[in-house]
C-alpha cells in the first residue's frame, strides 16, 4: 500500500522559509514524477513544482526562484524548500506521486497524471 505523509508545514512571517518534506511507503521517489501541489481556500489546486527521475524540474512562475523541489533517495522522501515567503503562498501543500518514469520535456503532468496523494500540510504566511 502506497502512503505519501507530509510534515514541515508552519506559520512564519513574510519573507520566512520553510521545508516541507513527503515521506513515501510502498513507493519509491526517484523511480517517478512527483510534485507539490497547493490550495488555498476558494482556489482551484495548483502544481507549484515537479522532479522527474533524472532530477530535471520545473516551477510555477509564482514559485520560481524561491522554492526548490528535490528529493533524497536514502530517505526515499521529497522536499519542498520554500525561501522568501509570501502572504500569497498561504495554502494546504500536497505532495503527489504519478507512475510515470518520464523525462519531464519542460512541461507540467496534468493533476490527473497524479496518483497518490499526501494529506496535506499548512503553510501559513503573515505579513
Known amino acids: 500500500q502506497v502512503q505519501l505523509v507530509e510534515s514541515g508545514g508552519g506559520s512564519v512571517q513574510s519573507g520566512g522559509s520553510l521545508r516541507l518534506s513527503c515521506v513515501a511507503s510502498?513507493?519509491?521517489?526517484?523511480?517517478?514524477?512527483m510534485a507539490w501541489f497547493r490550495q488555498a481556500p476558494g482556489k482551484e489546486r495548483e502544481e507549484v513544482a515537479v522532479?522527474?527521475?533524472?532530477?530535471?524540474?520545473i516551477y510555477a512562475d509564482s514559485v520560481e526562484g524561491r522554492f526548490t523541489i528535490s528529493q533524497d533517495n536514502a530517505k526515499n522522501t521529497l522536499f519542498l524548500q520554500m525561501d522568501s515567503l509570501k502572504p500569497e503562498d498561504t495554502a494546504m501543500y500536497y505532495c503527489?506521486?504519478?507512475?510515470?518514469?518520464?523525462?519531464?520535456?519542460?512541461?507540467?503532468?496534468?493533476?490527473?497524471?497524479?496518483?497518490?496523494w499526501g494529506q496535506g500540510t499548512q503553510v501559513t504566511v503573515s505579513s
Open positions: 510502498g513507493y519509491t521517489v526517484s523511480s517517478y514524477c
Open positions: 503527489a506521486g504519478s507512475r510515470l518514469n518520464v523525462r519531464l520535456g519542460g512541461y507540467f503532468l496534468e493533476e490527473y497524471e497524479y496518483t497518490y
Open positions: 522532479i522527474d527521475p533524472i532530477g530535471s524540474t
